[in-house]
């Protein structure tokens, strides 16, 4: 199943679903990665595995609607059937959302419902929380709030600072999000009607 990924940097979680993809048995392939930040480090990573790879940046469109739009025509030219956001950093409108209703992922790192947003690690510490980790889930109209597919818990250790934490939930995030994409483009699981999540038997 063709997937366009939608990223603004670093593009990690970007690359283990590009790495995962090239195993033949794997169900979706990355047809195209676009970014809203031209310098994104993962355009060129993507490049490299000989993916098209664009970016589409806000500030060469009048407005929010016009941006999506052209996003959208990207992502339609591409072929692709799901969208991941990996890393992408701009909230999508609910036209967006619902162009791509059950067929749209996104990784975050914290265990959804906890800590949605920005700083998660910071305040997973703050918090004293001695698990933390990272959800998949679909993407919906409110941030962060989606159907989860997939989660991994990391425990968090006493020395821990958001630096070291972060790092060993990227791992799980590495993990988690090709396994996910997996089961959706393989029809594992879906969106139901009511907005939950449903597991094939
Ligand atoms: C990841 O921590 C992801 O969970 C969050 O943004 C970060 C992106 O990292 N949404 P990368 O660009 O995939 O390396």
Do not use: W
């Amino acid at each position: 199943q063709p997937v366009a990924v939608l990223i603004s940097g670093r593009g990690s979680n970007m690359g283990a679903l590009i790495a995962a993809s090239l195993d033949k048995d794997y169900p979706a392939r990355i047809v195209t990665v676009i970014s809203d930040k031209p310098d994104a480090k993962g355009l060129d990573h993507a490049r490299e595995f000989g993916i098209n790879a664009v970016a589409v940046p806000r500030a060469d469109f009048d407005s929010k609607a016009a941006h999506e739009a052209a996003i959208i025509a990207a992502i339609d030219a591409s072929g692709a059937k799901f969208v991941a956001l990996a890393g992408y950093m701009r909230l999508l409108s609910g036209d967006f959302v619902n162009t791509y209703a059950g067929r749209m992922i996104n990784i975050h790192p914290s265990l959804l419902p906890a800590f949605a947003g920005l700083a998660t690690h910071e305040r997973a510490l703050a918090t004293g929380c001695r698990v933390h980790g990272c959800t998949v889930h679909f993407v919906t109209e409110a941030m962060d709030e989606g159907p989860i597919i997939e989660q991994e818990a990391v425990r968090v250790e006493a020395n821990d600072t958001p630096e070291t934490l972060a790092a060993r939930v990227l791992e799980a995030e590495h993990r988690i999000y090709p396994k996910a994409l997996a089961m959706l483009a393989s029809g594992q699981v879906r969106m139901g009607r009511g907005g939950q999540t449903r597991f094939a038997d």
